[in-house]
Nanobody, 124 residues
Framework: QVQLVESGGGLVQAGGSLRLSCAAS????????MGWFRQAPGKEREFVAA????????YYADSVKDQFTISRDNAKNTVYLQMNSLKPEDTAVYYC?????????????????WGQGTQVTVSS
């Protein structure tokens, strides 16, 4: 049974940083793409970043490029999202996802497994 468990969300002031973690279990993810998505109240879930588990290639939404960094730790089966210079508009529930699309895929329908989400709230 595949499980993706996010952690690291919370309340932070504008300009602050958070690091989200996604612990993956239940199968071998070496051929998978891992993604981060977010959903703000009243909005659709949107792509944030993705990483190829096998070779580490990364892809970012334009809105977070140079602000967020996605990484992985193969030994821990964990994917991270380092978020810096946070803004109130980054407030959302952040979801980890796993699938087998190319690493540059932003479409959520291409991801097969999802975590339960972690809330990130940025105060002004």
């Amino acid at each position: 049974q595949v499980q993706l468990v996010e952690s690291g969300g919370g309340l932070v002031q504008a300009g602050g940083s958070l690091r989200l973690s996604c612990a993956a279990s239940g199968r071998t993810f070496s051929s998978y793409t891992m993604g981060w998505f977010r959903q703000a109240p009243g909005k659709e879930r949107e792509f944030v970043a993705a990483i190829s588990w096998s070779d580490g290639r990364r892809y970012y939404a334009d809105s977070v490029k140079d602000q967020f960094t996605i990484s992985r730790d193969n030994a821990k089966n964990t994917v991270y999202l380092q978020m810096n210079s946070l803004k109130p508009e980054d407030t959302a529930v952040y979801y980890c996802a796993a699938g087998r699309p190319p690493y540059y895929t932003a479409s959520r329908v291409r991801y097969d497994y999802w975590g339960q989400g972690t809330q990130v709230t940025v105060s002004s």
